[in-house]
T-cell receptor
Framework: AQSVAQPEDQVNVAEGNPLTVKCTYS??????LFWYVQYPNRGLQFLLK??????LVKGSYGFEAEFNKSQTSFHLKKPSALVSDSALYFC??????????????FGQGTTLQVKP | EAGVAQSPRYKIIEKRQSVAFWCNPI?????LYWYQQILGQGPKLLIQ????????DSQLPKDRFSAERLKGVDSTLKIQPAKLEDSAVYLC????????????FGPGTRLTVT
């Protein structure tokens, strides 16, 4: 069965410092991986995805993520955090392949708090 | 392009009452998903439509939840009768027909069952 783990409920960083939000996944085949961000009282907003190719993917608002197949991880990173990055972040996975319905499996979310 | 629209944004009902949520997808998006997001958890898929057909409803509590997507555009999700544990945010998401894979989410409907 597919699953996603986000081991940290909350990550605290100071503005200007680099940030990392961790994600590990489990699928039986090749994964498609996603990061979404959720601001209060808003829906989920797509940040970036890994489908195939370069393991380092770049997304919106300066975020990037590195796909590591051997460690089954897809950590979200940003070189310099902003206070406005404070939000709830979700990692999600779906299994590649034509038989897959496209259903996303989400982690439980990590709250990012960036302090001035 | 306009995003995914949902209404109402908030709803408070008593247990055993019924409630309905509405979703209008991005124009041309054939695949539509309904997710339930309980506080402190990630979204969980309830049902997926491809045009007006159901692709996956394995996680839908069919004794009380129902959903339809008439004409392959708008969709409604209904709960009857509601239970306290149905309190959650109900998110609608859609995907285009290309190979973009990402899902586009609406703002959600926050349901409180008292």
């Amino acid at each position: 069965a597919q699953s996603v783990a986000q081991p940290e409920d909350q990550v605290n960083v100071a503005e200007g410092n680099p940030l990392t939000v961790k994600c590990t996944y489990s699928v039986s085949g090749n994964p498609y991986l996603f990061w979404y961000v959720q601001y209060p009282n808003r829906g989920l907003q797509f940040l970036l995805k890994y489908i195939t190719g370069d393991n380092l993917v770049k997304g919106s608002y300066g975020f990037e993520a590195e796909f590591n197949k051997s460690q089954t991880s897809f950590h979200l990173k940003k070189p310099s955090a902003l206070v406005s990055d404070s939000a709830l972040y979700f990692c999600a996975v779906r299994e590649a392949g034509s038989s897959n319905t496209g259903k996303l499996i989400f982690g439980q979310g990590t709250t990012l708090q960036v302090k001035p | 392009e306009a995003g995914v629209a949902q209404s109402p944004r908030y709803k408070i009902i008593e247990k055993r009452q019924s409630v309905a949520f509405w979703c209008n997808p991005i124009s041309g998006h054939a695949t539509l998903y309904w997710y339930q997001q309980i506080l402190g958890q990630g979204p969980k898929l309830l049902i997926q439509f491809q045009n007006n057909g159901v692709v996956d409803d394995s996680q839908l509590p069919k004794d009380r939840f129902s959903a339809e997507r008439l004409k392959g555009v708008d969709s409604t999700l209904k709960i009857q009768p509601a239970k306290l544990e149905d309190s959650a945010v109900y998110l609608c998401a859609t995907t285009g027909t290309g190979v973009s894979y990402e899902q586009y989410f609406g703002p959600g409907t926050r349901l409180t069952v008292t």
